[in-house]
């Protein structure tokens, strides 16, 4: 627990979820274990594990201060607004008149439509705390939703004179004043404050339009775009004012026109004319418990889990908790008759990652003065393609395991790691040549080389029904092929064998998302996530965010 909170406190929200997972494990009826992983699992945007382990946590102390914030947090964020509002105020009893809850409370009114009781709590803040900034720009908000300018004014310079430090609230008031030159300075202000916020220019470019100053207008539109490349309505605004100067004609605009109007964008039919853009404010929460945050991560790339393989080599051997064994590869370092000892993983070095090459041609040339022998052993093919797999020469490494098989077709290893290769030497080939296809349409030759891949598996499932990797990695090669129903049935038996696979619960959620299944996606997901797989936390926010 200790280190779990250290953890925390550092933000290593991955690693946190592992010491409290410990501690489940050692004492599962302890309730703060179940609290603390909520509070990392919140962190990393999985509000759904979040709202399971605060619910397990209430289960073996209701009375625990924060367990009701934290779930009603994860309640809100998911739209669950009658949970979330029950959760806050069973935290209120807890801690009554808490200005952060109340505040939250405040939030959920609001989004769930009911601006009359979010206004009320906003005011009462107000009158409690008049130095309670958030509750002025709140009640701000409120007054632009309802289209009343002077309201919101009047709130919004409280909410600056008592705070200056947040961009929202400048930009907030230059999008409601009246006066041009005042606006400008507050726009300028947030701005500087914000300098890669692109709405801020959006907003200063329809100012400067209003101000007649077309040339620092579309500036502005082409400083937003290169901060936010999905900017589409700058897109076209930036192609109006082009047009109102000559510079882009009539057919000109209209081709531009057209590309935007397939996103829904604008109406190509009408008459060219700048469209207006409201600036969107996401109100943040605020919270009482420690360590609990909200900010939005950056999404990035997603793709699978990869392949468990044979190597000399892992990238993340810390963040195993539990290593895969093959008696055939403790029997084989144990002989010594390889340079290296053998380990499975499925974090291999990436191109970037550095590994003596020359040490692996060295290798290369010991098994080829042995291979070249009267009679080269089993292990001398076999030890020539794992440092062939190494240096990414996946088409001799395939050759010296077919070698392999043919000496001993009982050496399951051989049929793994032929697998492997084989699957390897298809994603390679199919990166250079950037094989266009769509989800389920492959072309022929790769469709035969994926099917001898899915007989090797075949093979070393019959070997060893119990090797869990080898289902998974079946069921890799079938998502791969689009085959997303039938990947899931292995990653199922991979489960059973192996109930703590992190990479088959994130790779089967992954599975589930591509056939739309979005309930059974999220639970397994967050389940991937709290077994240690980092990038089912990017998932999971790509999820929700849809």
């Not at 280190?3 to 592992?18: T, V």
């Amino acid at each position: 627990m200790r280190s779990g909170k250290n953890a925390l406190a550092y933000n290593d929200y991955m690693l946190s979820i592992q010491y409290f997972n410990l501690a489940i494990q050692s004492e599962p009826n302890q309730a703060l274990p179940y609290l603390y992983r909520a509070i990392a699992k919140f962190n990393l945007e999985d509000f759904i594990g979040a709202e399971i382990d605060a619910t397990e946590a209430i289960k073996r102390n209701p009375f625990i201060r924060d367990v009701f914030e934290v779930r009603g947090a994860a309640r809100q964020l998911m739209r669950n607004y009658d949970g979330a509002l029950d959760d806050y105020q069973k935290a209120l009893d807890a801690l009554p008149q808490n200005r952060h809850i109340l505040y939250n409370m405040a939030i959920v009114h609001k989004e769930n439509g009911d601006e009359a009781k979010s206004e009320k709590i906003l005011k009462q803040l107000v009158q409690d705390s008049p130095d309670n900034y958030r509750a002025y720009r709140g009640l701000a908000i409120l007054k632009i939703s309802d289209k009343d300018s002077i309201g919101a004014l009047e709130y919004l310079d409280s909410t600056i004179r008592l705070n200056q430090t947040n961009y929202v609230d400048y930009m907030l008031r230059s999008y409601i004043e009246k006066d041009y030159d005042k606006a400008l300075l507050d726009i300028n202000e947030a701005i500087k404050l914000s300098p890669y916020s692109s709405m801020c220019y959006v907003v200063r470019a329809q100012l400067y339009y209003k101000m007649n100053n077309t040339q620092k207008a579309l500036d502005d539109y082409s400083t937003a775009i290169s901060i936010n490349p999905n900017e589409n309505i700058s897109q076209y605004n930036r192609a109006v004012i082009l047009y109102e100067m000559g510079v882009l004609s009539k057919n000109e605009y209209d081709k531009e026109a057209l590309l935007l109007a397939g996103n829904g964008v604008i109406n190509i039919n009408k008459e060219p004319g700048l469209i207006h853009v409201e600036p969107h404010l996401k109100e943040q929460l605020i919270f009482n418990c420690p360590f609990l945050r909200h900010n939005e991560n950056k999404i990035v790339k997603i793709k699978p889990e990869p392949l468990f393989a044979v190597s000399y080599y892992t990238t993340d051997v810390d963040a195993q908790f539990s290593p895969k064994i093959i008696n055939e590869i403790s029997e084989i370092n144990s002989s010594r008759l390889l340079r290296y000892d053998l380990i499975i993983t499925s974090h291999e070095p990436t191109e970037s990652d550095s590994i003596n090459l020359d040490d692996h041609l060295a290798a290369i040339d010991y098994y080829n003065y042995h291979i070249s022998s009267p009679t080269p052993t089993v292990m001398d093919y076999f030890g020539r393609s794992i440092d062939y797999y190494i240096l990414r020469d996946y088409a001799s490494s395939v050759d010296d395991l077919n070698k392999t098989i043919e000496i001993a077709p009982d050496f399951m290893l051989g049929y793994f790691m032929r697998a492997v290769a084989r699957t390897k030497k298809i994603l390679a080939e199919e990166k250079q040549n950037i094989i266009e296809r769509e989800k389920d349409a492959f072309p022929q030759i790769v469709q035969i080389e994926y099917v001898e891949v899915i007989e090797d598996w075949d093979k070393v499932i019959s070997m060893q029904p119990r090797l869990a990797i080898a289902y998974y990695n079946k069921g890799y090669v079938l998502f791969a092929m689009g085959k997303y129903k039938e990947a899931i049935s292995e990653f199922d038996k991979a489960l059973t064998l192996d109930p703590l696979m992190g990479e088959a619960y994130y790779n089967r959620g992954f599975a589930y998302m591509n056939i739309g299944e979005e309930d059974e996606a999220k639970e397994d997901i967050s389940k991937a996530g709290e077994l240690g797989v980092a990038s089912a936390y990017n998932l999971m926010k790509l999820i929700l965010r849809n």
